[in-house]
């Protein structure tokens, strides 16, 4: 079985703060997603990763970067925490660059004071 | 950038059909379209995968019409367990390329 996981399930943070939320899949996957849920919004694309050491932008990247550095693991990080990053981040991963089924982790409830 | 649309929410009764439709007018040529389903505290899961056409598995069916301009999700006799949101993804062509799009999602509330 595919497992993902997330370094924390809720973490609280204050304005200013940087944070580091950490993703680590045990399947040998390429690809590694970072994605924001908020009511109504649905699920936002805020990185993709293709291969280690590369990173891609996706739908709203503002204020927000990923890191890399082991294929097993991708890093979002917020440099200044803002109260409008208050939100649940789901980290997915799957298998090649072609399309393919992504595996979710159980999300990270970020709340930011 | 294909966008998804999709009802926001639908109701139903335990043992009924039902089929949710998520429209995607501008999908591009190499584009897939996905469907996931996502329980309250969990990461969404992958329930079935298309291009064109129809696709069925143990779970669901996919029918995609010519044009692919829309897709519909079918479940068949759903349970009080089906309740859950379901979202339509299209992108990430063959190669690489297209951004991964969610939908909006559609809150199935499924009922005795």
């Known amino acids: 079985d595919v497992k993902v996981t997330q370094s924390s399930r809720y973490l609280v943070k204050r304005t200013g703060e940087k944070v580091f939320l950490e993703c680590v899949q045990d399947?040998?996957?390429?690809?590694m997603f970072w994605y924001r849920q908020d009511p109504g919004l649905g699920l936002r694309l805020i990185y993709f990763s293709y291969d280690v050491k590369m990173k891609e932008k996706g739908d709203i990247p503002e204020g927000y970067s990923v890191s890399r550095e082991k294929k097993e693991r991708f890093s979002l990080i917020l440099e200044s925490a803002s109260t409008n990053q208050t939100s649940m981040y789901l980290c997915?991963?799957?298998?090649?660059?072609?399309?393919?089924?992504?595996?979710f982790g159980p999300g990270t409830r970020l709340t930011v004071t | 950038l294909a966008k998804t649309t999709q009802p926001i929410s639908m109701d139903s009764y335990e043992g009924q059909e039902v089929n949710i439709t998520c429209s995607h007018n501008n999908i591009a040529t190499n584009d897939y379209i996905t469907w996931y389903q996502q329980f309250p505290s969990q990461g969404p899961r992958f329930i079935i995968q298309g291009y064109k056409t129809k696709v069925t598995n143990e779970v669901a069916s996919l029918f995609i019409p010519a044009d692919r301009k829309s897709s519909t999700l079918s479940l068949p006799r759903v349970s009080l367990s089906d309740t859950a949101v379901y979202y339509c993804?299209?992108?990430w062509g063959r190669g690489g390329g297209n951004k991964l799009t969610f939908g909006t999602g559609t809150q199935l509330k499924v009922e005795l």
């Open positions: 399947m040998d996957h390429e690809n």
């Open positions: 997915a991963s799957s298998q090649t660059r072609d399309i393919d089924e992504q595996y």
């Open positions: 993804l299209v992108g």
